[in-house]
């Protein structure tokens, strides 16, 4: 196989065969940007230089090298930025591009048909220099795409975790705990705490690696993983949480700090104040430490890491291993002895608090720094690899250390001790001595009976100083694992906050998003957390703290396995975790086994908790927050329709769910907001409604490319819920057509067409009335039940007439832009603002007026139906419905009898019925004078042209009426006057009309049908609409 006929390999620039000449060879040079990155040219959106030369090709070698090189282009380069975000990318072209571009024409000069720029051909010298000025690219949580990281997984994630890990609650707690529990129980704690942390420690893995998380730690992962309304509770809740962690370890450097004063005689208040004095001044110095960066931060943890680690625990467990002098037996230390440790296997409960669930909830506080990596995210130079490694290898040895030194100090140390040197046990006297102490050589039964030893286990938080090799050295560990877990949430937890501002889901909190220097800082989110901070500080009390954030955490907990499970079950495309080692069952189970420790721990928080939760979840739902982060909330969502709507598919009809499903021919909905309205109001949370916008071929390329987003932004701003879906057609009638076809999914398909009345019907073309009545007829062949809305001249309040232009009778724009309204004014979608909510009189409160139905047929009761489910409506309740019938003078009490029995069993709650039995009689000369002088001019009168037939003059004059068809609906037409003279009579103080619509015969002609309608509902001072059923029931008597 020739060398120039192979494959080109991914990163190379290669020509077919032949194309070049012998001994020809192009030469691509890439420059880096220092640090071995290739930069890429223009179109890829990333800044770089990009220099091509074809050293001594002929122009035929030339201009197939050229080709080539595009061609090969497409596989040897890639832009990665253009996958950084979920908005589209400018750079690359669009299909419209690359199907629009032409070899040799100017379109092609700019985008090839490979789709990249001509800019890169070998030999061209525009593209020898190429430099891109161009906007970076941003991640979903917002930040920048091209912010570097700078830690790896153990300085960014393994030591943060393990340092906050290694806190307050081991080296001060700890030991108490063990005393209380026994040291059977406390590893049962320590393993049941350090499994719920392991679980979420998968999920957060599993979530951390779905995806580049720059900035906002565990507020990004739940936000994005499980939308805003959930991820905005837990960006305020996390943020509180770490605040007061923040406090928690404060105080207890301060007890520590207080119990040294206290040792030396320099209290300065008293042992309460001390603390509170002392933790006031080291918040506030390690907020002076925040403030000088993310990098002192990250050393300052190394320092303390490798302090802690190398130095303090080395102290403590060589001291268990030293053999204890009398001072240290005095105070209950005898080292490894396996009588202690038998005697500490069990509990021994001291205190009215102490008990099982006591003890978990003060120890699980020490868990927490699992998140500390996650914090870090925007610092780490691969978070999908650093978080998972570095989070689990953390809690590995944190787990060790754990279950090492409870172990280790249970086996050292008894319970009580009195810690005077004194109570030596001389001689064998030991039949008065009680306590373990006495087998020992030491005599505590005086302290044991009286309840005041001040040494052993069960009694002192210093037992781990005293246990070790040198005190001190263990006290600096003290206070280096509690300065390093305060700095750690203090740094975390203004940031998370800052993205939590930004993304603008609560208001008045805008103020704190603001950032400062290169590394964007949250100055204002510190000061913040300094003060919330300082405020727990001031209570002084570890224990209450402990408690205190134990609830705040399982929250959190909870809420991470939760978003991992319902990422997982949902089966998103977008869930593709890189990090495989974890179960959707696992992360239910972490779940449920949080909320249910939190009512366990401390019900009255986890109740407040759960209020919260539910309060800033409420308002974030309230608010429709316009964010769009791919949840998979939105994912269950889609899901959850899917199955539904597959699952109703298999679920007959039944008259008891019907209801009317509405196509609504709005045009563009903001055109039509009265249509709009009054179709939304009876379908609202109850059926289905789709605005079809019909689009003529000729308007098209006119329509700007944002309209069908904008229009959609109108409906929902609007409160409409309905769906709008743009159709391109030749006719309103052709794409009528296609709509009552094609709408819809399964069983959630429309089965009522609505169209608003086509008011210029005169002035129009005969083609348009024809389109109109057409698709009037379309609609009964389909089986389709109709609707027509007219509005009257009293509709608006003062409101500008170029807004509804389809209604108003004095309109500028043909009736037949019904078909696809507002047509000429195209451009009026995209200039009439979103906030650009007209009101119309369906949007008003009727109060005690009138709705007047005038069932004149039976079309199976839809015309019944839609005025009930108007009075369903809040501003529609206190109407009164009237129901006008036909009837006969004398059985006029009769069928008024039968009616109100009828709509009794219906179970309509109607108000009148009302027989008319003056129907038969002619109309008024006057009215029907005015229908005739209406209708001549569509007359065909053919009387006047005797040597012309009438099919001659149908195809000079189309939709005209000839005499016999006249005299054929004549007794039709006096009917319709004399019925609208009925209506207007009674009718003149309603808010609504409802007219059943006369069904269209084959032989009716349009301009004949077209002046029925008009005739019917002409003279009105309120909305009319004219109704039909496709003759099947909507209503029935039966429950089944």
């Known amino acids: 196989m020739e060398e120039g006929s192979r494959r080109p390999a991914m990163g190379q620039f290669t020509s077919r065969g032949g194309r070049l000449s012998s001994g020809v060879h192009p030469r691509v040079r890439f420059s880096n940007d220092g640090e071995g990155r290739h930069r890429f040219p223009e179109i890829f959106q990333i800044p770089s230089t990009v220099s091509a030369s074809d050293m001594e090709s002929s122009d035929s070698g030339r201009r197939g090298s050229r080709v080539e090189l595009r061609r090969s282009s497409v596989f040897s380069t890639l832009d990665l930025e253009h996958y950084t975000s979920s908005v589209p990318s400018r750079g690359r072209p669009s299909l419209a591009d690359l199907y629009n571009s032409f070899y040799g024409s100017s379109e092609h000069n700019e985008v090839c048909e490979w789709g990249f720029p001509q800019g890169l051909e ?96 565990l507020y990004v992962l739940i936000s994005r993983s499980l939308g805003p309304e959930i991820g905005g509770p837990v960006g305020v809740l996390f943020s509180f949480a770490n605040t007061v962690a923040c406090a928690l370890s404060t105080v207890g450097f301060a007890e520590v700090a207080s119990g040294l004063l206290q040792e030396f005689g320099a209290v300065m208040v008293d042992s309460v104040n001390d603390v509170r004095i002392v933790g006031v001044i080291t918040v506030t110095g390690l907020l002076l430490i925040s403030l000088a960066g993310v990098k002192w931060t990250s050393k300052t943890h190394i320092l303390f890491f490798m302090f802690v680690y190398m130095v303090s625990f080395s102290n403590y467990f060589v001291g268990t291993l030293l053999p204890p002098g009398p001072e240290k037996q005095a105070k209950g230390i005898f080292g490894y002895h396996g009588d202690i440790l038998i005697s500490n296997l069990k509990p021994s409960w001291r205190g009215p608090d102490a008990s099982f669930i006591q003890m978990f909830a003060l120890f699980f506080p020490s ?23 570095g989070t689990i290898l953390g809690l590995f040895w944190t787990t060790i250390s754990y279950l090492a030194i409870s172990a280790t100090v249970a086996s050292c140390v008894v319970r009580d001790a009195s810690g005077d040197i004194a109570h030596v046990l001389s001689g064998n006297l030991t039949e008065s001595c009680v306590g373990l102490g006495c087998n020992l050589g030491w005599n505590f039964t005086d302290c044991i009976e009286s309840q005041s030893c001040d040494h052993g286990l069960a009694n002192t938080f210093k037992v781990p100083g005293y246990v070790a090799g040198f005190y001190y050295l263990n006290t600096a560990g003290v206070f280096v694992a509690t300065l390093s877990s305060a700095l750690g949430f203090l740094v975390s937890a203004p940031k998370i906050f800052q993205c939590l501002c930004r993304d603008n889901l609560y208001p008045y909190i805008g103020f704190f998003a603001k950032g400062y220097g290169k590394h964007d800082e949250p100055l204002r989110a510190y000061i913040l957390c300094y003060v919330i901070s300082v405020a727990f500080v001031l209570i002084a009390e570890l224990n209450s703290l402990a408690t205190l954030i134990t609830n705040f955490f399982l929250c959190c907990y909870c809420l991470i396995n939760f978003s991992c499970f319902h990422a997982s079950i949902t089966n998103s495309p977008g869930w593709r975790p890189s990090f495989q080692f974890y179960s959707k069952w696992t992360a239910l189970f972490g779940a449920v086994i949080s909320v249910v420790l939190m009512f366990l721990f401390t019900w009255w928080a986890a109740l407040v908790t759960c209020l919260v939760i539910f309060f800033l979840f409420g308002y974030v739902s309230y608010n429709k927050s316009e964010v769009n982060w791919g949840s998979s909330v939105q994912a269950g969502l889609y899901n959850t329709a899917l199955s539904y709507s597959v699952s109703l598919s298999c679920v007959e009809d039944h008259i008891n769910n019907l209801r009317p499903q509405c196509l609504v021919l709005t045009g563009p909905p903001n055109q039509r907001p009265a249509l709009v309205d009054f179709v939304g109001t009876f379908t609202k949370n109850i059926s289905l409604m789709i605005c079809g916008d019909i689009i003529m071929e000729q308007d098209r390329e006119t329509r700007p490319q944002k309209a069908t987003e904008r229009l959609v932004k109108w409906m929902n701003q609007r409160k409409v819920r309905s769906f709008y879906t743009p159709f391109s057609a030749d006719c309103l009638r052709a794409g009528a057509r296609h709509l009552l076809q094609a709408s819809g999914l399964g069983k959630l398909k429309p089965n009522t067409l609505v169209l608003g009345f086509k008011t210029k019907w005169r002035e129009s073309s005969p083609e348009g009335t024809e389109d109109y009545i057409n698709t009037i007829n379309d609609t009964f062949d389909s089986n389709y039940c109709l609707c027509i809305l007219r509005m009257m001249e009293d509709v608006f309040d003062q409101i500008h007439y170029e807004v509804n232009q389809g209604f108003e009778p004095d309109e500028r724009v043909d009736s037949e832009d019904q078909q696809s309204p507002g047509r000429e004014s195209v451009d009026d979608t995209s200039t009439t603002g979103d906030g650009d909510q007209m009101k119309t009189v369906f949007q008003d409160d009727q109060g005690k007026k009138t709705i007047d139905v005038y069932w004149v047929a039976d079309d199976g009761g839809l015309t019944l139906l839609v005025p009930y489910l108007l009075t369903r409506r809040k501003r529609w309740r206190h109407c009164k419905v009237r129901v006008f019938i036909v009837g006969d003078e004398h059985n006029m009490e009769a069928a008024r009898n039968e009616m109100m029995s009828l709509l009794t069993r219906f179970r309509l709650d109607f108000h009148d019925v009302i027989v008319m039995t003056d129907t038969e009689k002619p109309p008024h000369a006057k009215n029907l004078s005015r229908f005739q002088d209406s209708v001549a001019p569509f007359r065909l ?89 496709n003759q099947q029931n909507v209503l029935s008597f039966n429950c089944q």
């Open 122 to 217: 070998a030999g061209d010298e525009a593209a020898t220099t190429k430099t891109a000025d161009v906007p970076v690219a941003h991640n979903v949580d917002g930040s920048q795409g091209n912010t570097a990281g700078k830690f790896g997984w153990m300085t960014g994630v393994m030591f943060p975790c393990m340092l906050n890990m290694w806190g307050v609650i081991l080296l001060l707690r700890l030991s108490w705990i063990t005393s209380q529990a026994g040291i059977v129980l406390t590893w049962l704690i320590i393993l049941l705490s350090m499994t719920l942390t392991s679980v979420t420690a998968l999920s957060i893995s599993a979530i951390a690696t779905n995806g580049r998380v720059t900035s906002g730690g």
């Open 367 to 389: 868990t927490i720094g699992v998140l500390s990596g996650v914090n870090m995210c925007g610092e780490l130079k691969d978070s999908a690899s650093a978080v998972p490694k």
């Open 941 to 1029: 009168h053919e009387e006047q042209q005797q040597d012309v037939s009438v099919q001659e003059l149908r195809q000079r004059a189309p939709g005209k009426i000839s005499d016999k068809e006249y005299e054929a609906f004549r007794l039709k037409s006096e009917r319709k006057v004399r019925l609208n003279e009925i209506i207007r009579r009674n009718s003149r103080q309603a808010t609504l009309v409802l007219v059943s619509l006369p069904v269209p015969q084959r032989d009716c002609p349009t301009a004949l049908y077209m002046s029925w309608l008009d005739t019917l509902t002409c003279g009105l001072h309120c909305p009319a609409a004219l109704i039909r059923g």
